[in-house]
């Protein structure tokens, strides 16, 4: 269980505070709106009225006693630049930012922000890899190189074990998992593949998107 200090209750503030509520989270919530406040008192026990421009908000909160604080101000960049370098000056252990832009990105990490979440864009340029590949459930990037991404079963697949298809020796790509319906198997050599299975890849994300947009590989 880690303590989270959130900053700003907007869409993303409440989405993300009661995600973090549901992980079994110590959730601490403020806002500068007292009717914000009010409609979440009853499901966060602790729910702050607070103006955390204010340094002696800050302060008063105890910054330095949670593990992540969170500046989820959406509206007013102004305040979540100052706010996260106020965090910085009063010791936060580990402040997350939400950015609107890439420009805002750049100031908020000068600012001190450990790191910076963009979920407008994250949440489109995912989109955008769904629509482009019919085959494509999910994915998750690692890094700017490597991604974990669930596919529908190529049909080149069904009928082959991991062991005949030698994915790891010929493409560098490693099946961590597969599914179907509610069953999951972690997948040895012999595994054969089913047409209804979901497979869970991971690897270089070039290499695995040739494999979600063609079945050629």
Not at 124 to 142: G, M, P, Q, Y
Not at 145 to 168: A, C, D, Q, Y
Not at 175 to 180: P, Q, R, Y
């Given at each position: ?10 869409e ?11 992980l ?5 919530v ?41 500046v ?66 999910d ?8 991604e ?8 080149p ?32 050599a012999?595994?054969c ?7 869970f ?12 947009k063609?079945?050629?590989?």
């Amino acid at each position: 269980m880690k303590t989270v200090l959130i900053i700003g209750m907007g869409e993303f503030g409440k989405h993300f505070a009661r995600k973090l509520k549901e992980l079994n989270n110590d959730v601490c919530v403020v806002d500068i709106k007292k009717e914000v406040i009010n409609a979440l008192s009853n499901v966060y026990e602790n729910a702050y009225i607070g103006d955390c421009m204010q340094e002696q908000t800050l302060l008063e909160l105890g910054v330095k006693n949670f593990d992540i604080c969170v500046v989820a101000i959406s509206e007013n960049f102004q305040a979540s630049l100052e706010i996260t370098s106020l965090l910085k000056e009063l010791g936060a252990k580990h402040i997350v930012s939400k950015a609107s832009s890439d420009v805002q990105s750049k100031f908020l990490l000068m600012a001190g922000a450990s790191e910076v979440v963009y979920p407008e864009k994250d949440i489109a340029e995912k989109t955008a890899v769904k629509c482009d590949a019919s085959n494509l459930i999910d994915f998750v990037k690692i890094n700017d190189e490597f991604e974990i991404t669930e596919i529908h079963v190529p049909k080149p697949w069904v009928g082959k074990t991991l062991s005949e298809l030698n994915l790891r020796n010929k493409f560098n790509i490693n099946v961590i998992a597969v599914s179907n319906g509610d069953k999951v198997d972690l997948p040895t050599a012999t595994y054969c593949f089913k047409k209804d299975d979901a497979v869970f890849l991971v690897g270089n994300s070039k290499i695995i998107a040739k494999i979600y947009k063609t079945t050629k590989i």
